[in-house]
């Protein structure tokens, strides 16, 4: 890969991504932000996930893009399963207008 640093390539264009957007409903944001940080710790413990980061939009704070990066496609399953995650996403639903998640591979060599 030519476009990149050799050490940006290896981690960041070798794995399955997931690209999240979500909306919060209005005066829901703090608690999903904090609901999204909640899940950093324990799904960066995951044996298939590379990276995991939340961000929030600096101007809509009801705005948020999670940035996930897996080993592989089983990796994001095992994450779908998890504990964590399920207890995160029941809490997570209620209190968001929207949530789209997105998978990607490289295409790119």
């Known amino acids: 890969m030519t476009h990149y640093p050799e050490t940006a390539a290896a981690n960041l264009n070798d794995g399955f991504v ?5 909306v919060a409903k209005e005066g829901e944001a703090d608690a999903v932000a904090d609901i999204l940080e909640r ?7 995951e044996a ?26 089983a990796g994001w399953d095992a994450h779908n399963e998890s ?12 209190k968001v207008e929207r949530r789209e998640r997105v998978p990607f591979v490289p295409y790119v060599d």
Not at 83 to 94: I, K
């Open 83 to 94: 504990a964590h995650f399920r207890s995160a996403v029941e809490e997570l639903l209620p």
């Open 48 to 73: 298939g996930v590379k990276f995991f980061m939340p961000y929030r939009s600096p101007t809509d704070q009801n705005a948020f893009f999670v940035y996930e990066l897996y080993k592989d496609a």
């Open 18 to 22: 997931v690209a999240i957007n979500i």
């Open 39 to 45: 899940l950093i710790e324990p799904t960066m413990a």
